[in-house]
Every structure is written in C-alpha cells, then in structure tokens.
C-alpha cells in the first residue's frame, strides 16, 4: 500500500493549514460566501439538505486499518456514529459541523487521508477495480497506474479550473469491475496483442447524469511510459475546447460527442505530439519506487484446499451460503478475497456503523495483511483471506451484522443518498432499496434468480448509476409527488450498455411490485444459465413491458 | 449570494442552514430557531418580504447561509408543514432514520 513521502505529507499538512485559515477569514467577513463556496468544495465540504457533508477520498478504494479506525473514530466524535460509502469509492459524513471540519482534516492527515478534489470542477479521486492485486484474469495491479495519476492529478496547476469535473477509472482486467467506460478517461491494462508488451487502452467521454454516454477508445494501446503525456494532452484539449457557457454540456461526453471521435483522437494526438514527453510522463525510478509499494503481501505457500475451511462448510449451512456468494478466487492458492456487504435486508446501501468500522478494521489487520478496498458498489472488501482463516472472519461478521450473503445478488442494491439527504435529489434512493431488498431477501430466491445489478439514483445527476444498472431506477418529481423510472439492460462491465426506459414512471409504492413482475418474466423466458441482463439483451424490452404497471400480459389478453 | 429564488405561493416560512453548524433553522420572532412550530408565517405580500430581509441580513450577519422562502399549510395544531415533499424532509430529517434530525430531536422534547 502507498505510503506518503516527505512531500506528500507536507502538501496535506499545508492544504488542511489552508482551509483553518480559509474558514476563519469567511467568519471574519475577509472572505465573501462567494469566495468560499469554491474553496470549501475543493475540499469536500458540501452544505446538503439537513447540514454540511464531509466527502474523504479514498485513492483507488484501498484503506489500511489505521485508517479506517481514524474513520470510525471522526464518525464517532464529529458525526453521527456512522458513514456513508459511496459509488465513487469514498465515504461521506453526513453531519459534520463546519467548524469542526478543519480538526477532522488534521484527524484524516494523521492517518494520510484527505479531502482534496473530493467536489469541484478538477480530476477526481482515481477509482479502481476493487479486485486489483488478486484476479486471476489481471494483466498488471491498476494501482501503481492510479497512484502515478493521483500524485500527477493533485493540485495539477493546469486542470485546477476545467470545464466541469473530471472522472478517471482503472482497471487492469480482463472483467471490468471498475466501470471504466462510464468515466470521462477509463484505463484498461493489457498486453499488446503482437508483443506482448504490457499498455494501456485508453477510453473518452464515458459518463452517467443527465446525457449518459458510454466511452469511446481513442488509443487501442499506448506505451506504460507515455500514461501520463497522453493524459495531459487529452487533459489540455478538453481544457481548452470544453464547453464553459453550458454546465450541461460542459463533460469531455459532451465535447467528444461534438467534435466527434475521429477529430478528438486527432486533436489528442497532435497535442501529444507536441509535448515534451519526458518532461511529463514520471521517471522510471518514481514510477518503480510507486509500483514497489504495491508488491504482493507476504503470502504463504498453501494448498489450493483446506480441510478447515471443508469442514467448517460442512458443519455450518450459514457459512456455507455465505462462502458461495460473498467469496472471490484469489490468485494466490490457499486464498480468498471477501465482500463484506453492506446491503443488510432492508438495510441502508453503503452505511456503516463506527463500530462496524473497527471490526472490519480489526479483521483486515489480523487476517488480510493490514488491507481492505471499498468497492463502487457500496461493500469493502478483506482482499487476502486465507481459506483456514474464513469461518473465523465470518462469525466476526455475523456479530457485527455484516454478513449477509447477497454480493452481485438483487438485493445488492447501489443507492445514491437520494432526497433523504441530498439537496441535490428530486426523489428519494433508498426507502427504494429497501423495499426491494424486503421483498427479495429470502437466499434461496436471490440465488434463484442469480445476477441482477439494480441500481437507483434520486435524480438525473446519476449518482447511483442507474443508467448501467441491469435494473436502473431513476426517481423524479412529477406533479409534486415522487415518481420512478425504470431502466433494463444496462451494464457497467465492458460490455457497457445504457438501459432502455422500460415505459412512464410509477409511485415508490408500487416500485417493488413492478420488479417482482419483471423478475418473473425474466424467469419464464430465460434459457438455462442465461443472466438477467443478457435476457435483457435476447429479448429485448417487448416481454417485459407489460410487466411495469401489471397491464395483462399477451397470454392473460389472448386468454379473455 | 446568488439570486434570490422566485417567491413561493404565501403562506410561507423562512428556511435556512446555519452558517458555522449547517443545522436547519427557521426564522422565528426572536431570531433563529430549530424548531419549526415557533416559524414566523408569512401571510401577505410584506410577511414575505420581512421575512426576506431576514434571510439578507442573516445571511450578511454569517448566522444562516442558503435560506429561503417555503410554501407551507397550516396545520390543525398551527404548525406550518412545507407543502412541497423536500421541504418535509428538510424540516424532519431523513425519512430513513427517525432516529436523527428534527423529528428525533422533537420526539424527544
């Protein structure tokens, strides 16, 4: 894991100095509100519904125990007793006193954390596949690369003022978990498919909100060594040809759309062209020295099997169930990675006690080398389980209320904090969620229907990433009341796909209803092994139409 | 500041955050207050604009940032309820955790 240098600790020590100062001349009237709003968004404080919201980064989902502690400790002391995860990886305090924000920044530095380009028009806190280090189907660990982009991304004086924000994702797999083609730069590893050499994909113009997009390759492979140059010119082209007269229109989407994907690539190339490579891409010595904190953990040598871990399956149908869902293979024989879900039935998506923060804290540091990851879709994740070890983590779990058996399941629900929060929100996300994960929570009907991604977000800005939910869920305001849209066939993987508005919105009462309808359609129509989302894609929305309000199916009208 | 929003159809009460806290206050006869049974409502035309005055100067004076005029109904009881749903919940607190906001804090006093 990456640990910060001299320079890195003094850059975060300043900034939290900074803001003290900042909050103190906006007290003394030295700073106008106008003056301020930017600063305290720079540095993740939003003012929301019912009080100030504290965004705290966490580079690339990876968080050490330490950490995680501090967490609990700040929701503990300065919050509410708990935070929020979200689908950027981070986590979100939702009651924060802004008086109290510095002293909490000075609590995140101690433990090498901030909040720094949380919110604003900048490049954002650089997600990554949260499996990075352990899939057997990665080509490189994306952390390294995302480190390299957060170091080279941070207070860059250049891209302090875009357009409008700015999104990257890593992954270094074959499977993307990391969504990448729904950012504004999306990064896949591979291998060149002649040399073998070890690049880069490089993807523009992905995004959700209101005009979703899914990313377009702009470079099929580009050298290690050039990350960083190719990034600046994609940077400096959107920087300078990016709308500012439109925030609507204002995404890299937007001006890829417009400019169209031929003359955006050649505009990136010409700029690349012109830039001083070796002045911007990082020196081989930092980018070794940055890789080398990354290197595998002290794993030992074990057999692929453990008796153990057989024998406490055996013993316990609890275990056992929850071993089938909420595991991952990990590269490493003899271990496993884990979801620790926070989707409880009935639960809120994300949320996480302080309590429930040491525990996992105390589980990664005694069981997963001191690490754990935060997914985007809302669960953490101990990466580096041994099999022998399982059935102990999972008790810890079980007392914890962290263990229900439910990842990729359709009760895994991604929920943005919707109208119960944000004063963004034109509807509420998760009383949404809820009633669905109610409905659905029985095990044995969740893995019955097997994988089914819904996704809800309480308004167009897409926060919950409906629009590449196998099940999207868009809530609305319509003739004052909240209303809710339905979307099929989205995907987030890299066979990325928006959905398709299923038909007009319905009330929230009857949103689990209406996902029940198109839960059995899908079970009548599917061939065996076939999931949701690709008989989604066979069939098409036509069969499942009906299914959104009850209209009588074919078969019900042929039969009157 | 940025522009004053468009006035909402009267009855009306003055919602705002605190500057230094980010609670959700109302304004009442006396100055600010958290709970929204003592809001000053505003009936006419000059109810409205004392009431925005108050957010002017509550906003010059660093008491109150993003404050602005509600449209509620008064209840059986007198207490003026937003009429619009995000209104409700800003007075409240999320509908998810009866435990925490307004409601919590009314429930217990």
Same mark, same amino acid.
């Given at each position: 894991?990456?640990?910060?240098?001299?320079?890195?600790?003094?850059?975060?020590?300043?900034?939290?100095?900074?803001?003290?100062?900042?909050?103190?001349?906006?007290?003394?009237?030295?700073?106008?509100?106008?003056?301020?709003?930017?600063?305290?968004?720079?540095?993740?404080?939003?003012?929301?519904?019912?009080?100030?919201?504290?965004?705290?980064?966490?580079?690339?989902?990876?968080?050490?125990?330490?950490?995680?502690?501090?967490?609990?400790?700040?929701?503990?002391?300065?919050?509410?007793?708990?935070?929020?995860?979200?689908?950027?990886?981070?986590?979100?305090?939702?009651?924060?006193?802004?008086?109290?924000?510095?002293?909490?920044?000075?609590?995140?530095?101690?433990?090498?954390?901030?909040?720094?380009?949380?919110?604003?028009?900048?490049?954002?806190?650089?997600?990554?596949?949260?499996?990075?280090?352990?899939?057997?189907?990665?080509?490189?660990?994306?952390?390294?690369?995302?480190?390299?982009?957060?170091?080279?991304?941070?207070?860059?004086?250049?891209?302090?003022?875009?357009?409008?924000?700015?999104?990257?994702?890593?992954?270094?797999?074959?499977?993307?978990?990391?969504?990448?083609?729904?950012?504004?730069?999306?990064?896949?590893?591979?291998?060149?498919?002649?040399?073998?050499?070890?690049?880069?994909?490089?993807?523009?113009?992905?995004?959700?909100?209101?005009?979703?997009?899914?990313?377009?390759?702009?470079?099929?492979?580009?050298?290690?060594?050039?990350?960083?140059?190719?990034?600046?010119?994609?940077?400096?082209?959107?920087?300078?040809?990016?709308?500012?007269?439109?925030?609507?229109?204002?995404?890299?989407?937007?001006?890829?759309?417009?400019?169209?994907?031929?003359?955006?690539?050649?505009?990136?190339?010409?700029?690349?062209?012109?830039?001083?490579?070796?002045?911007?891409?990082?020196?081989?010595?930092?980018?070794?020295?940055?890789?080398?904190?990354?290197?595998?953990?002290?794993?030992?040598?074990?057999?692929?099997?453990?008796?153990?871990?057989?024998?406490?399956?055996?013993?316990?149908?609890?275990?056992?169930?929850?071993?089938?869902?909420?595991?991952?293979?990990?590269?490493?024989?003899?271990?496993?990675?884990?979801?620790?879900?926070?989707?409880?039935?009935?639960?809120?998506?994300?949320?996480?006690?302080?309590?429930?923060?040491?525990?996992?804290?105390?589980?990664?540091?005694?069981?997963?080398?001191?690490?754990?990851?935060?997914?985007?879709?809302?669960?953490?994740?101990?990466?580096?389980?041994?099999?022998?070890?399982?059935?102990?983590?999972?008790?810890?779990?079980?007392?914890?209320?962290?263990?229900?058996?439910?990842?990729?399941?359709?009760?895994?629900?991604?929920?943005?904090?919707?109208?119960?929060?944000?004063?963004?929100?034109?509807?509420?996300?998760?009383?949404?969620?809820?009633?669905?994960?109610?409905?659905?929570?029985?095990?044995?009907?969740?893995?019955?229907?097997?994988?089914?991604?819904?996704?809800?977000?309480?308004?167009?800005?897409?926060?919950?990433?409906?629009?590449?939910?196998?099940?999207?869920?868009?809530?609305?305001?319509?003739?004052?009341?909240?209303?809710?849209?339905?979307?099929?066939?989205?995907?987030?993987?890299?066979?990325?796909?928006?959905?398709?508005?299923?038909?007009?919105?319905?009330?929230?009462?009857?949103?689990?209803?209406?996902?029940?309808?198109?839960?059995?359609?899908?079970?009548?129509?599917?061939?065996?092994?076939?999931?949701?989302?690709?008989?989604?894609?066979?069939?098409?929305?036509?069969?499942?139409?009906?299914?959104?309000?009850?209209?009588?199916?074919?078969?019900?009208?042929?039969?009157? | 500041?940025?522009?004053?929003?468009?006035?909402?159809?009267?009855?009306?009460?003055?919602?705002?955050?605190?500057? /230094? %806290?980010? =609670?959700?206050?109302?304004?009442? $006869?006396?100055?600010?207050?958290? +709970?929204?049974?003592?809001?000053? @409502? !505003?009936?006419?035309?000059?109810?409205?604009?004392? /009431? %925005?005055? =108050?957010?002017?100067?509550?906003? $010059?004076?660093?008491?109150?940032? +993003?404050?602005?005029?509600?449209? @509620? !109904?008064?209840?059986?009881?007198?207490?003026?309820?937003?009429?619009?749903?995000?209104?409700?919940?800003?007075?409240?607190?999320?509908?998810?955790?009866?435990?925490?906001?307004?409601? !919590?804090?009314?429930?217990?006093?």
């Amino acid at each position: 894991m990456y640990r910060y240098d001299e320079f890195d600790e003094r850059f975060v020590r300043e900034r939290v100095k900074q803001f003290r100062g900042q909050v103190e001349r906006r007290l003394s009237g030295a700073l106008s509100d106008d003056e301020f709003r930017p600063l305290r968004l720079k540095n993740g404080v939003y003012l929301q519904l019912h009080a100030y919201m504290l965004r705290i980064a966490v580079p690339y989902g990876t968080l050490n125990s330490r950490q995680l502690r501090q967490l609990a400790l700040i929701g503990e002391r300065y919050d509410r007793g708990y935070g929020h995860f979200t689908t950027r990886q981070n986590l979100q305090f939702n009651w924060p006193k802004l008086k109290d924000v510095p002293d909490i920044l000075d609590l995140l530095a101690d433990v090498e954390m901030h909040c720094i380009q949380t919110s604003g028009n900048c490049i954002r806190n650089v997600t990554a596949d949260h499996f990075a280090g352990i899939a057997a189907d990665e080509v490189e660990d994306p952390r390294p690369t995302s480190e390299l982009i957060r170091q080279w991304s941070s207070l860059h004086p250049e891209f302090s003022y875009l357009p409008r924000k700015f999104k990257i994702a890593v992954t270094g797999a074959a499977h993307d978990r990391a969504a990448v083609a729904a950012h504004d730069i999306g990064i896949r590893i591979l291998k060149h498919p002649q040399t073998g050499e070890v690049g880069y994909r490089i993807f523009v113009g992905g995004g959700l909100g209101r005009t979703p997009m899914i990313a377009k390759t702009v470079r099929d492979f580009l050298p290690k060594a050039d990350l960083l140059a190719y990034l600046e010119a994609i940077m400096r082209v959107y920087n300078l040809e990016g709308r500012r007269d439109n925030k609507y229109k204002a995404r890299v989407k937007i001006l890829v759309h417009e400019m169209g994907l031929e003359p955006f690539r050649e505009a990136v190339e010409a700029e690349f062209a012109k830039l001083d490579g070796p002045s911007v891409n990082a020196d081989p010595a930092e980018a070794a020295r940055i890789a080398a904190y990354f290197a595998p953990p002290a794993y030992e040598t074990l057999p692929a099997s453990d008796a153990s871990y057989e024998a406490a399956r055996a013993a316990s149908p609890d275990f056992a169930r929850w071993a089938d869902v909420n595991l991952f293979p990990h590269k490493v024989p003899g271990y496993a990675a884990l979801t620790i879900s926070l989707k409880p039935i009935g639960g809120v998506p994300g949320d996480a006690t302080s309590e429930q923060m040491r525990v996992v804290a105390d589980l990664a540091e005694r069981y997963s080398f001191d690490e754990l990851r935060v997914t985007h879709r809302q669960n953490l994740v101990l990466p580096h389980v041994k099999l022998s070890d399982l059935h102990a983590v999972w008790q810890a779990l079980v007392a914890a209320g962290l263990a229900t058996a439910n990842d990729g399941l359709i009760t895994d629900i991604i929920a943005c904090p919707g109208l119960d929060y944000c004063a963004l929100a034109t509807a509420r996300s998760i009383p949404i969620a809820q009633s669905i994960s109610q409905r659905f929570g029985s095990y044995e009907r969740q893995r019955e229907i097997g994988p089914l991604e819904i996704k809800i977000s309480g308004c167009i800005n897409a926060c919950g990433h409906h629009h590449v939910g196998h099940i999207g869920i868009l809530g609305l305001e319509k003739s004052g009341q909240e209303s809710y849209q339905v979307t099929l066939g989205g995907d987030a993987s890299e066979d990325a796909a928006l959905g398709v508005l299923l038909g007009p919105g319905i009330k929230g009462e009857e949103v689990p209803d209406a996902i029940e309808r198109i839960v059995a359609v899908y079970l009548r129509e599917r061939v065996p092994g076939e999931r949701f989302v690709d008989a989604v894609k066979r069939l098409g929305l036509g069969p499942f139409k009906p299914a959104l309000t009850g209209a009588p199916t074919r078969e019900l009208a042929d039969a009157h | 500041m940025a522009a004053a929003p468009k006035r909402p159809p009267l009855p009306a009460i003055l919602i705002a955050n605190t500057f /230094l %806290e980010g =609670e959700v206050v109302f304004r009442a $006869a006396g100055g600010w207050t958290p +709970d929204p049974a003592q809001a000053l @409502v !505003a009936s006419d035309e000059a109810g409205a604009e004392a /009431l %925005e005055r =108050e957010a002017a100067a509550g906003f $010059a004076r660093n008491e109150v940032v +993003d404050a602005y005029l509600v449209d @509620v !109904a008064i209840g059986t009881d007198g207490v003026p309820v937003p009429r619009h749903f995000r209104e409700r919940f800003k007075t409240l607190g999320p509908s998810v955790r009866p435990d925490l906001g307004k409601q !919590a804090e009314l429930r217990r006093s």
